[in-house]
Structure formats: structure tokens, C-alpha cells
């Protein structure tokens, strides 16, 4: 099991990295196979029409994620990285007026999303909660490529063939991390802890050898001061910027308000003790705001739970005596090893687990990037990661309207204050403790799997139906 950081943290759109980024990805992979002619049906003419369909919960919260959208600039060729919100407007606008796209290489084809892209909002494909069909049509309206894609959570996309055979074991782990070569190839917290005794390394020095022996880029500290480059700019974005998110549940945008209100208070010497959690939210809610209104983010594990380790990581730089550059590195790196950890042994998928998968890991993610980033030892490293995931067991994916706002934004702001404060217990402690932190991880996953189907990212259940009246 291998995840680089940059796996876990990638830059993309909002408002969601399963509902918005990866279904969008999964049509950017089908015109890649289009156009290699690889699973082409013998015996089909020319190429003329596309189709998709969306099952479970891309069905079912689609609308309100934006689904619809992802897929129409997906199949236009445009993918979540390099995504100019402005032009893509332009585009899916053209796109419904028209009912034709351009993908490069492909020609003139037959698209109209009227019609062509079709909510399924019957029982969900086998193999994950969020899948989707992409199907491809002769002049004579015969099949000429079908593929079945799966967003698996964080903006991770696999084919149904991948999804079998990654569940029938046929994948050899022991082969994969040899083939890889990594020195440090821990697929769980035990090893991991037992790997930093055996060399004397950091969690941080582990990640970091695996990184540098895994990736051919220029130098690692580059990518990593970019990467939080991107997620500060988030934050400043969100904190300036007003309005009404969009989507019609008329949600203000806060952050701004309060952001100013902070500023206001701050040198008079009359805040609360507890005003530093008032910090912490309003840099997390910054960036779901971001998120919520379609902007660029940082999956950090996933669109949703995308201001924790942000907000954290701000918090470390500008309210922590002795934060340093050298400190947010290590941060990315070891919250990057617990999300591998997680998202290898559970999951990161809010259809898939709930909430705990989401807002769970990242603030386990963010506790442990900070008990490092403070000098924390491994111990506990893998404590406060334990601890804030295990406050975070049953929580419920239950946004209203399928919009990531509700409780999306404010459920980031306590993410990101659980996440300190179980990193500063750890700290507290020698790193013993009672609970195993891949005892906790696979509690999340059995979790996730007894969980009722109501209140895994359908809005069927929760908060989604108890709405305010009218």
C-alpha cells in the first residue's frame, strides 16, 4: 500500500472530490480509452454519440454536488487540476444549448444532457455507492465502448474490473511495495511504529524516504511548500469574500464576518481564552465556502473535509510559538501517512462510511500532522490520530438538499478543534493508550458497512429531511 501525499492532497474543484472531481476524471478516462480504441465492440461503425448514467448516491445527491456538471465538461476533456471556472461555464452552457461536444481527438459527437445523462435513482451498482455508466454509440445507435467507473472517495476513480479485482485479492500487496521499492513500507499503524523503532526515524523521515524513493519530480520540499501554498490561498479567498453560496438553500457565507470581527477584537486584550477556536473555524469554514460555491480546493482527504487540515496548518503557522516551514512539511507528510493508513484499511468515502470517513480522517489526519509539526514523538503521532478518529465514530453524511453546506461547513470548523485538542492530549501523554489506532480504523469501517444507506451522502435521512418549514 502505497499513497503519495499528492495522491491524498490534490488540487480541484468543488463542491465535492466523489460527487464533483471524480466523476469528472471518470469521463476524462473514457475518452482516454476512446481514443486508444482499446474496448472499441467489434463490429461498430464510426463513433457518434455519448451517454452516462449516475447510480446510488452520485443519483441521488448529483444535483445538489454537481455531478451533472462534472460530467458534461468531463466528456468536453476538461479535468479538475487545470479546470477555468469561467470557461467551464461558458462550455457546459454551449453544451446544453447545442447537445454536441468537441473532445479532442474525437471529433464532433452527439451529447445532450436532456437526455444522455440519465439519474438512475433505482438500487446502486454493486461495487461502490458512487458509480457511474459511460457509454458510447455507432452512427446506427449500436454499442461502440461501454465502460463502469466507481469514485471511490477523495477524487479516486477505479473501473469495475479494477474494483474486482482489487477485491478478490488478486492485487499481491508484498509484490506491489516491492515493485515500489520502498524502504518503509508500512500498510498499518503497527508497522509503522515498528519500522520508526527499528530505524530510530520520524513518521515524517519515513514518509519522506518513501516519497523521494517513489517519485521522479524535482525536489520534494518544492511540491510540498506549493501544495500549502494552494490551501492558504484557499483560506484568503474564503475569508474574503461575502454572498450567498449557491444551490437554494440561501446559506450566507460567514467567514468573512467573522474573520473581520477577529481582527477587530484582536490587541485590545478583552478575547475569551477560547477565542482560538473561533480561529480555527473560521479558517476551516473559509474553505468550505470556497468549496461550496464551486471553487478550487485542496482535497485534503476529500472535497467535504476540505478545510481541517488547512484551517490546522494555519493555526500551527500563526498561533504556534516556534512554527516553522520545516514544521508544515512534516505536517503534510504525517497527516498524508495517516490518510494512506485509513483510506487503505477503510475508507475516505463519505457514500461509503458516512461522515467519520470524511471529516473523521481528515481531523485524524490534522491531529497527528500537528502532534508531529509540535515535536511529538510516533507514539503519539499515532495517538492523537487515534483519538480524533475515534470521536468522530457513526458520524452521519447527511447534507441537505445533497449540498455540501449543511452541516458540511460548520462540521469542518469542529473537525479542525478536535483535531488539536486531541493532538494536545497525545502530547500530554507518553504515547501510551489504550486503543489501537488500526483498531479504530477498522471499528470506522464496520461501522461504515452496518450503517443504514439513509444516512451515507443520499439525503434520505438525517438532517436532509429535517428542514426547516417553509
Not at 451533472?68 to 477555468?84: K, M
Not at 458509480?131 to 458510447?136: D, K, Q, T, Y
Not at 472517495?153 to 477505479?158: A, D, E, H, L, S
Request: aromatic share 6%.
Amino acid at each position: 500500500m502505497f499513497l503519495s501525499v499528492f495522491d491524498l492532497f490534490k488540487v480541484g474543484i468543488g463542491p465535492s472530490s466523489s460527487h464533483t472531481m471524480g466523476p469528472m476524471t471518470a469521463a476524462a478516462l473514457f475518452l482516454e480509452d476512446l481514443r486508444g480504441g482499446a474496448e472499441k465492440i467489434p463490429g461498430a461503425g464510426n463513433l457518434a454519440r455519448l451517454s452516462a448514467s449516475l447510480h446510488g448516491s452520485l443519483a441521488f445527491t448529483g444535483k445538489g454536488h454537481a455531478t451533472d456538471r462534472a460530467v458534461i465538461l468531463g466528456l468536453c476533456g476538461l479535468e479538475p487540476a487545470t479546470l477555468d471556472p469561467d470557461a467551464a461555464e461558458t462550455l457546459e452552457a454551449e453544451v446544453r444549448r447545442t447537445g454536441r461536444i468537441h473532445p479532442t481527438g474525437l471529433g464532433d459527437l452527439a451529447f445532450d444532457p436532456e437526455t444522455d445523462l440519465v439519474f438512475d435513482y433505482g438500487p446502486a451498482l454493486p461495487g461502490h455507492a458512487n458509480g457511474l455508466i459511460l457509454r458510447a454509440f455507432d452512427q446506427a445507435g449500436n454499442p461502440y465502448m461501454t465502460q463502469t467507473y466507481y469514485s471511490i472517495g477523495g477524487g479516486f476513480v477505479i473501473t469495475d474490473t479494477e474494483l474486482q479485482r482489487r477485491d478478490s485479492g488478486k492485487n499481491d500487496l508484498g509484490a506491489a511495495k516491492a515493485a515500489l521499492g520502498l524502504p518503509y513500507p508500512f500498510g498499518s499503524a503497527t508497522d509503522m511504529l515498528a519500522m520508526g523503532r527499528a530505524s530510530g526515524l520520524s513518521i515524517a523521515a519515513m514518509k519522506r524516504a518513501n516519497e523521494e524513493a517513489y517519485r521522479l519530480a524535482p525536489p520534494l520540499d518544492a511540491d510540498l511548500d506549493a501544495l500549502w501554498e494552494v490551501m492558504s490561498a484557499v483560506i484568503d479567498r474564503g475569508l474574503q469574500t461575502e454572498g450567498i453560496l449557491p444551490g437554494g438553500l440561501n446559506v450566507r457565507r460567514r467567514a468573512k464576518a467573522i474573520h473581520d470581527q477577529l481582527q477587530s477584537e484582536a490587541g485590545r486584550n478583552q478575547a475569551q481564552p477560547h477565542v482560538v477556536n473561533d480561529w480555527l473555524s473560521v479558517y476551516a469554514m473559509a474553505v468550505n465556502e470556497e468549496n461550496a460555491a464551486g471553487g478550487r480546493v485542496v482535497t485534503s482527504p476529500t472535497n467535504g473535509a476540505a478545510g481541517v487540515v488547512p484551517s490546522v496548518i494555519r493555526y500551527y503557522r500563526d498561533h504556534c510559538l516556534g512554527a516553522n516551514q520545516s514544521g508544515i512539511r512534516d505536517f503534510l507528510l504525517v497527516a498524508a501517512a495517516i490518510g494512506g493508513l485509513i483510506k487503505h484499511r477503510a475508507s475516505i468515502s463519505g457514500a461509503e462510511v458516512g461522515c467519520q470517513g470524511e471529516v473523521g480522517s481528515a481531523s485524524s489526519m490534522a491531529a497527528a500532522g500537528l502532534c508531529a509539526a509540535l515535536g511529538g514523538t510516533n507514539a503519539q503521532i499515532e495517538n492523537a490520530a487515534e483519538i480524533a478518529l475515534e470521536h468522530h465514530l457513526g458520524m452521519t453524511c447527511d447534507p441537505a438538499a445533497g449540498l455540501v453546506q449543511v452541516p458540511c461547513i460548520e462540521r469542518n470548523a469542529l473537525g479542525a478543534i478536535k483535531a488539536v485538542s486531541a493532538a494536545s492530549l497525545a502530547l500530554r501523554g507518553d504515547g501510551s493508550h489504550f486503543m489501537p489506532l488500526d483498531n479504530c480504523i477498522e471499528t470506522m469501517r464496520q461501522t461504515g458497512r452496518d450503517m443504514n444507506e439513509k444516512y451515507k451522502e443520499t439525503s434520505q435521512g438525517g438532517l436532509a429531511v429535517n428542514l426547516p418549514g417553509c
